[in-house]
């Protein structure tokens, strides 16, 4: 539980200061080491509000971070289960 902790502050402090692509390694990081990373989804809403691009711009995507989080977050929890990472 205090590994955890630790790791949502350190994440949260990579996504306020760290370049976004820093933030999204290390994500893909807790989102691995960590039973159910929940917090990847919230991260996910946090960088495109920080770094997403305008829906107006150029026909940009404006929840490219929270789409690739969620995708991220089930995929890790079939691949888990695939490869039996925690049983």
Same mark, same amino acid.
């Given at each position: 539980?205090k590994k ?6 350190? =994440?949260?402090? *990579?996504? $306020? *200061?760290? +370049? ?8 893909? @990081?807790? $989102? ?8 990847? $989804? @919230? %991260?996910? #809403? %946090? #960088?495109?509000? #920080? ?5 107006? /711009?150029?026909?940009?995507? +404006? @929840? ?6 969620? =995708?991220?977050?089930?995929?890790? #929890?079939? $691949? /888990?289960?695939?490869? /039996?990472?925690? /049983?």
């Amino acid at each position: 539980m205090k590994k955890r902790v630790t790791a949502d502050i350190i =994440f949260f402090f *990579f996504i $306020l *200061f760290a +370049p976004w692509w820093a933030s999204v390694i290390f994500g893909l @990081v807790c $989102l691995f080491i960590f039973e159910r990373y929940y917090e990847i $989804l @919230v %991260a996910g #809403l %946090a #960088l495109d509000v #920080l770094y997403g691009v305008g829906a107006s /711009k150029n026909g940009g995507f +404006p @929840v490219i971070f929270t789409v690739s989080a969620s =995708f991220a977050f089930v995929a890790s #929890l079939y $691949l /888990k289960e695939r490869i /039996k990472f925690y /049983k």
